[in-house]
């Protein structure tokens, strides 16, 4: 199967800065990438959707100007979680899909936390 | 809006038992089925897919699970089970229309010797 890398794997934060987090697909072109925030003991919830090239599609009750999503080119999408506050603080894991797969390979994930 | 029961949070068997995973999704169009494996420390990893054809799907590692439409159920099933089983499993979903995964909220199956 394809592979997806994100980093940093862990990242500590005070409260009001900002973090960034990527997102690669190794091997293919992805096209369209997703964000999805897990909570422990808690299952997966997609942030927004990602196209190459253009703006991301953001779920319902997920701030557009927190959580700023690019995904400038076929291998890369960054998340960055803007003014972080404790209550960011959760397991960020993105996916990638692109040709010739048909299904979303997911990354190891990111585990925020704020203090 | 759709969504993704897994009426299983937590399974404990013994090596070589018989496992059932259920899973139902409220969707009344064409579905996407998806089963994932997150094993400890891991990232996901997809177990079996439906998309069509033959509702009996087999997966990687001795895993299969049954699409009945009637019941939109997708139910994660193997034989007999092996202490590197253990993870969390995660059924989803996606409207044929749609990229958007649904996902259930997981069951934790332990596998002891």
């Known amino acids: 199967g394809a592979v997806v890398s994100q980093h940093p794997s862990r990242v500590i934060c005070k409260s009001g800065t900002s973090v960034k987090i990527e997102c690669r697909s190794l091997?293919?072109?992805?096209?369209?990438m997703f964000w999805y925030r897990q909570f422990p003991k808690q299952s997966l919830m997609l942030m927004a959707t990602s196209n190459e090239g253009s703006k991301a599609t953001y779920e319902q009750g997920v701030e557009k100007d927190k959580f700023l999503i690019n995904h400038a080119s076929l291998t890369l999408s960054t998340l960055t979680v803007t003014s972080a506050h404790p209550e960011d603080s959760s397991f960020y894991i993105c996916?990638?899909?692109?040709?010739?797969?048909?299904?979303?390979?997911f990354g190891p994930g990111t585990r925020l936390t704020v203090l | 809006a759709q969504s993704v029961s897994q009426h299983n949070h937590h399974v404990i068997l013994s090596e070589a038992a018989s496992l059932e995973l259920g899973c139902n999704y409220s969707y009344g169009g064409t579905v996407n089925l998806f089963w994932y494996v997150q094993y400890p420390g891991q990232h996901l990893q997809l177990l079996l897919k439906y998309f069509s054809g033959d509702p009996l799907v087999k997966g990687i590692k001795g895993f299969e699970a049954e699409f009945i439409k009637s019941k939109f159920s997708f139910n994660l099933r193997k034989p007999s089970v092996q202490w590197s089983d253990t993870a969390e499993y995660f059924c989803?979903?996606?409207?044929?229309?749609?990229?958007?995964?649904?996902f259930g909220t997981g069951t934790r199956l332990q596998v002891f010797p």
């Open positions: 996916s990638a899909r692109g040709l010739p797969h048909n299904e979303q390979f």
């Open positions: 989803a979903v996606n409207a044929g229309n749609t990229d958007k995964l649904i």
């Open positions: 091997d293919f072109q992805a096209t369209t």
